[in-house]
T-cell receptor
């Protein structure tokens, strides 16, 4: 039973436009959410996180939005760049943990020049 | 900072054989995690250490799997009597206490 769901396996966006990656979760006890980025043949790399007490966190071109009532979060990348092409994983945890994470299946983002 | 190092990068073995993987974390990191990733899935938590103590194990970690971190530095993950279902990417990550994880590039296991 998938507790963290990324329903779009892939997304294609033009360079300079906004990329929006979505994630849904089922367990209302999750209190910390993270996004990781993964290039081929490399391990995942931390991108941005948000605590359940917030509804938005921004870091440069990356913004994560959390809608607790809908159990939904999204990652916005503006503007998108070809180097952003990667697989993006949404993850969630209990107790503010950044280590014992439950990951979604990932969304492959392709940013076309 | 040389990052998290995992060896070997690839391992091919026959069903029933034992395999062992090694992970060298970032030197000052006291927490070390093992995850497993199969094709089309996200990483799944297996276990983690704080220094040399193994603090949590997932129910995914069957009796055939054992992990150690004897001196609180590098860690090994051993799989005994491998099965085809063990074929996966095994990822190691480290962190400083409850801060963000730094992942290695993984060990790809293929069980024939």
């Amino acid at each position: 039973d998938q507790q963290v769901k990324q329903n779009s396996p892939s997304l294609s966006v033009q360079e300079g436009r906004i990329s929006i990656l979505n994630c849904d979760y089922t367990n209302s006890m999750f209190d910390y959410f993270l996004w990781y980025k993964k290039y081929p043949a490399e391990g995942p790399t931390f991108l941005i996180s948000i605590s359940s007490i917030k509804d938005k966190n921004e870091d440069g071109r990356f913004t994560v939005f959390l809608n607790k009532s809908a159990k939904h979060l999204s990652l916005h990348i503006v503007p998108s760049q070809p180097g952003d092409s990667a697989v993006y994983f949404c993850a969630a945890s209990f107790g503010g943990s950044q280590g014992n994470l439950i990951f979604g299946k990932g969304t492959k983002l392709s940013v076309k020049p | 900072d040389t990052g998290v190092s995992q060896n070997p990068r690839h391992k091919i073995t026959k069903r029933g054989q034992n395999v062992t993987f090694r992970c060298d974390p970032i030197s000052e990191h006291n927490r070390l995690y093992w995850y497993r990733q199969t094709l089309g899935q996200g990483p799944e938590f297996l276990t983690y250490f704080q220094n040399e103590a193994q603090l949590e194990k997932s129910r995914l970690l069957s009796d055939r799997f054992s992990a150690e971190r004897p001196k609180g530095s590098f860690s090994t993950l051993e799989i005994q009597r491998t099965e085809q279902g063990d074929s996966a990417m095994y990822l190691c990550a480290s962190s400083l206490m409850n801060e963000k994880l730094f992942f290695g590039s993984g060990t790809q296991l293929s069980v024939l």
